[in-house]
């Protein structure tokens, strides 16, 4: 599908180039005299029969990755689900809102005491000639295609529909020779590679609080025996932020900077890394003092999630490369301990090896482009140019962020992970650029400028890749973490801000589950828990208490389709949606609030739902109506649903029961009218009430996390403490023809053989004990040992399967079963018809 059209664009480019060459692929030698072959080299020396695209636009942000280290549809590749181009870093969706060109590697290294770069996407990339100037190749058709690691992948579902959508490709730099890796008129010779193979794997979410960025890993796998010393790993953007159809056409008018590190979330632990390359548009698109149809107001930013240990230089360069403004960067006046380096045809654009491996080494961080008119000398750059005025004011921003230095070992591996992410409305007013640019002074319209949604999506791309609290290998160390004092509970709560250091491609989860503690009777079951640790969790996601409520199903199988809601609580609490002048959009942007909260806020009288989207509050502070979050079922004084075990507990931490349970987070409910002969399955699930400034939907812990069996028997455990034994067994007789499982009381929701899913249960057992099956002969059937802890909901009940110890089935006849314990033993009998 995707090779047949890049095959056809593949031979336009060469009816319409001539003079290409295609020339096979030469030895490589390593410093050993040794021959490295040419990995991948087909007969054919094509380029088109190497490359493969894949889509990633299952969230809101939209992108086109290839096998070969580009981001961004570089090769004019289609979208067969909308019948158009490709996207280029399209947010949000099918808006066709462009936010960036095309992203490529450099990776640059000293191997042998030569300075050497391999390139995915070289700067001039825009004339023909060197439209496929990459040094990076996969192995050829079908070796080197993209291949899906999304979890369940194979199953019916679209890639555009999955909640987690993986790519993995796999690309090398050790093509040296063939036309479609030209020679270099800078370096005057061919590539020389580093001898380098790069994992790509792509990771996008379609969850809303995970939809606006995609996190990318470049596992950097050194194949040769030498060392490559002092490598940066380099990322050369193509920018622009405009919509593909603006007419005439789309204004490159955009601008680039970047943002070295942010007040941390938790301003007590100072300024947060932050290390964001950003693109925008200049003023947002508006017309006419208002938006226009399409404002372009938002921005793309790219940033580091993990690198190698020791790579601690972090690298910003800009510059333009038109015929019309030329060639110019900012650049660093040099010193004699930093000798300034001129580049080959102006300030901006590195050519060769060596300048690009300059350009990543040398500590700089560039100003942004909104600040080119102003005089830096006295901070040690070089003057403006002439046009730096109209620099300021817009143009097409090429830039390259970069990390290091690391050493790669001999066979060695390093990664490095980064988001590209888009951040919304970073131009609030339409009239902003109007009221404060001024390019000789830009500093206030900097401050103007909101970079609030990027910085917070690449806070949650970083908790994805490598959750807070939790410990990924089992080592001890759980990441980072500070104790805050609990006003609630009065204890000492241990926050974790970051990480272990080691990936997790995880999301949000909802409170924990509590602990479910069962008792049975003849035809009821009563559950009881503790909500202590549920409902104090402190989500290392959001950074906040957010437990919301319990549901309690009930299930006659393990299957999810079998599981019925029977009933719920959750807390008495609003949502409140504010309206936003700048986007035209009600907006919940802060956690829900109580009525008492409610009341002290507007009025002792304030009842929140009388105001909603069509008649809304007025209030001083901005325009607001509300709604219940969940049902608002919070009643806890009803001994025929959820219930307090303890209503006059108290918050007191020494109000405890016999075990050290708070009492005042005991619960109890009663499930009533069960026949006392089958299995139930019960749990109770916690649920989150998500999180509003990032569109969080609710979270529920899921029902398998603690489902139990329970039988609704009587236990009576006072005979047995006794030595009075009053085991029996059910169905007893077992009779085939009796047809259990299209009855439903066996094999629910399984695809086990009918053999393996017959059942007779032994109950009134004492907790722990052994069974014994014999046939009338006394040979040993079956035995079975039967050990359930207090609470469990089969505590008295044990499943015999019909499967003999030698695992076959058992024929039909008459058998007898022994029950030892430390209260004493019983025998008796049963019978099996077949």
């Known amino acids: 599908m995707f090779r047949s059209r890049l095959i056809h664009l593949a031979i336009c480019f060469v009816l319409a180039t001539p003079g290409l060459i295609l020339t096979q692929s030469e030895p490589i030698p390593d410093s050993s005299g040794s021959e490295m072959k040419s990995r991948g080299t087909p007969d054919k020396s094509a380029w088109w029969f190497y490359i493969d695209y894949r889509l990633h636009k299952n969230g809101r942000f939209w992108n086109t990755i290839t096998n070969n280290g580009i981001l961004g549809n570089v090769y004019g590749s289609e979208d067969d689900d909308i019948y158009r181009k490709a996207p280029d870093y399209f947010f949000p969706r099918y808006s066709g809102i462009r936010h960036g060109f095309r992203t490529g590697i450099w990776l640059g290294g000293v191997v042998n005491n030569d300075t050497l770069v391999s390139i995915s996407l070289d700067v001039d990339y825009q004339s023909q000639w060197s439209l496929h100037r990459c040094e990076f190749w996969p192995d050829f058709y079908p070796y080197g295609y993209i291949r899906d690691k999304s979890p369940g992948y194979g199953a019916l579902l679209e890639p555009s529909s999955r909640d987690l959508l993986v790519y993995e490709a796999v690309y090398t730099d050790t093509f040296t020779r063939e036309w479609f890796v030209p020679y270099d008129p800078y370096d005057m010779r061919y590539h020389k590679p580093l001898n380098v193979e790069i994992t790509q794997t792509s990771y996008s979410w379609s969850s809303k609080y995970a939809g606006d960025f995609l996190i990318v890993d470049y596992k950097i796998h050194n194949l040769s025996p030498n060392w490559i010393y002092d490598a940066f790993f380099g990322l050369y953007h193509v920018g622009g932020v405009h919509y593909i159809s603006e007419p005439p056409y789309p204004q490159l008018d955009d601008l680039e900077g970047y943002i070295d590190s942010v007040t941390h979330e938790f301003e007590h632990l100072g300024r947060e890394a932050m290390n964001i390359s950003w693109t925008c548009d200049k003023d947002g698109h508006p017309y006419g003092g208002r938006w226009a149809l399409v404002p372009t107001r938002n921005c793309l930013g790219i940033a580091p999630l993990h690198l190698p240990r020791d790579a601690e230089v972090r690298n910003f360069n800009w510059w333009i490369y038109d015929s019309y403004l030329g060639d110019w960067g900012p650049r660093q006046q040099g010193s004699l301990d930093d000798p300034f380096r001129p580049f080959p045809d102006g300030l901006g654009v590195p050519h060769g090896d060596k300048n690009k491996y300059y350009l990543m080494s040398h500590p700089e961080i560039d100003y942004s482009g909104y600040e080119a008119a102003v005089d830096h000398r006295y901070d040690g750059w070089l003057e403006p140019p002439e046009y730096a005025e109209e620099l300021a004011r817009g143009h097409h921003p090429h830039y390259v962020t970069s990390y290091g230095p690391f050493d790669l070992v001999p066979y060695g591996v390093e990664h490095v992970t980064v988001v590209y992410a888009v951040g919304e409305n970073v131009h609030a007013s339409p009239t902003g650029y109007r009221d404060y640019f001024d390019p000789y002074d830009p500093k206030?319209?900097?401050?103007?400028?909101?970079?609030?949604?990027?910085?917070?999506?690449?806070?949650?791309?970083?908790?994805?890749?490598?959750?807070?609290?939790?410990?990924?290998?089992?080592?001890?160390?759980?990441?980072?973490?500070?104790?805050?004092?609990d006003t609630l509970t009065g204890d000492s709560q241990q926050v974790y801000y970051e990480g272990d250091g080691l990936p997790d491609y995880r999301g949000a989860g909802p409170p924990p589950p509590p602990q479910l503690r069962l008792t049975t009777e003849n035809g009821r079951i009563i559950v009881r828990w503790n909500g202590r640790e549920t409902e104090n969790y402190f989500d290392n996601f959001t950074f906040l208490r957010d437990f919301e409520g319990y549901r309690i199903y009930l299930a006659r199988s393990q299957d999810e389709n079998d599981i019925s809601l029977l009933t719920s609580y959750d807390l008495d609490n609003y949502s409140r949606f504010k309206w936003n002048k700048s986007r035209r959009v009600y907006e919940s942007r802060v956690a829900p609030f109580t009525l008492e909260q409610l009341r002290s806020m507007y009025g002792e009288w304030f009842e929140p739902l009388e105001y909603t989207r069509l008649a809304p509050y007025y209030a001083e502070d901005g325009v607001y109506y509300f709604t219940k979050v969940d049902y608002n079922q919070s009643d806890l004084s009803s001994r025929t649903d959820i219930h307090k075990l303890y209503?006059?507990?108290?918050?007191?931490?020494?109000?405890?029961?016999?075990?050290?349970?708070?009492?005042?987070?005991?619960?109890?409910?009663?499930?009533?009218?069960?026949?006392?002969?089958?299995?139930?399955?019960?749990?109770?699930?916690?649920?989150?009430?998500?999180?509003?400034?990032?569109?969080?939907?609710?979270?529920?812990?899921?029902?398998?996390?603690?489902?139990?069996?329970?039988?609704a028997v009587d236990h009576d455990t006072a005979s047995i403490a006794n030595g009075r034994l009053n085991v029996y067994c059910f169905p007893n007789p077992y009779c085939v023809a009796d047809d259990y499982a299209d009855n439903g009381f066996e094999n629910r929701f399984t695809d086990l053989a009918t053999d393996r899913a017959r059942s007779i249960y032994f109950a009134n057992l004492p907790s722990e004990c052994t069974i014994s099956i014999y046939s009338l002969d006394g040979d040993l059937v079956k035995r079975m040992h039967h050990d359930e802890p207090s609470g469990s909901g089969m505590v008295a009940v044990a499943r015999f399967d019909l499967i003999s110890r030698n695992t076959q089935a058992v024929v039909s006849g008459l058998y007898y079963w022994v029950v030892e314990s430390e209260y004493g033993s019983q025998i008796g009998k049963l019978v099996i018809i077949k």
């Open 647 to 711: 209503p006059e507990a108290t918050l007191d931490t020494n109000d405890v029961d016999a075990e050290g349970r708070m009492r005042y987070y005991e619960y109890e409910y009663i499930i009533d009218n069960l026949l006392p002969t089958v299995p139930y399955y019960v749990c109770v699930t916690a649920f989150d009430y998500g999180y509003p400034a990032k569109g969080l939907e609710s979270l529920e812990s899921s029902p398998a996390a603690n489902m139990h069996e329970a039988f």
């Open 444 to 485: 206030p319209f900097l401050e103007y400028l909101d970079f609030d949604d990027l910085i917070d999506n690449i806070r949650w791309a970083k908790r994805i890749y490598d959750n807070p609290g939790v410990d990924t290998d089992n080592d001890g160390d759980s990441g980072k973490y500070f104790f805050m004092y």
